[in-house]
């Protein structure tokens, strides 16, 4: 699987920025992709999940109510809308899929990750 970012950028302080993750590949076993960000000298947090089935929604609860991640299929592409941007969501975005083949119950056994490039979000004060 292959991810490619895009709609990184610098904003200010209120702004909004809508990114884009287009997956390439194996996409048909692609089990939920999402977003994750990781600011200079922090490890790499959770953003935002999606799955593929019913596309149930995850959060950080730091993004909640601002961010919204969503998906067409069609396109094998996921979103992240970023609004109500602060400076402390500056980072670089990371997309990320996960795949399955074989599932016991509702835990995959041989899951996949994947991570795009990244891509740059600035936010000014």
């Known amino acids: 699987v292959q991810l490619v970012e895009s709609g990184g950028g610098l904003v200010q302080a209120g702004g909004s920025l809508r990114l884009s993750c287009a997956a390439s590949?194996?996409?048909?076993?692609?089990?939920?992709m999402g977003w994750y960000r990781q600011a200079p000298g922090v490890q790499r947090e959770l953003v935002a999940t999606?799955?593929?089935?019913?596309?149930?929604?995850n959060y950080a609860d730091s993004v909640k109510g601002r961010f919204t991640i969503s998906r067409d299929n069609a396109e094998n592409t996921i979103f992240l809308q970023m609004n109500s941007l602060k400076s402390e969501d500056t980072a670089v975005y990371y997309c990320?899929?996960?795949?399955?083949?074989?599932?016991?119950?509702?835990?995959?056994?041989?899951?996949?990750?994947?991570w795009g490039q990244g891509t740059q979000v600035t936010v000014s004060s």
């Open positions: 990320h899929a996960q795949t399955c083949t074989h599932f016991n119950g509702p835990k995959c056994v041989d899951e996949e990750n994947y």
């Open positions: 590949g194996r996409t048909a076993i692609i089990d939920n």
């Open positions: 999606i799955t593929s089935g019913r596309g149930t929604t």
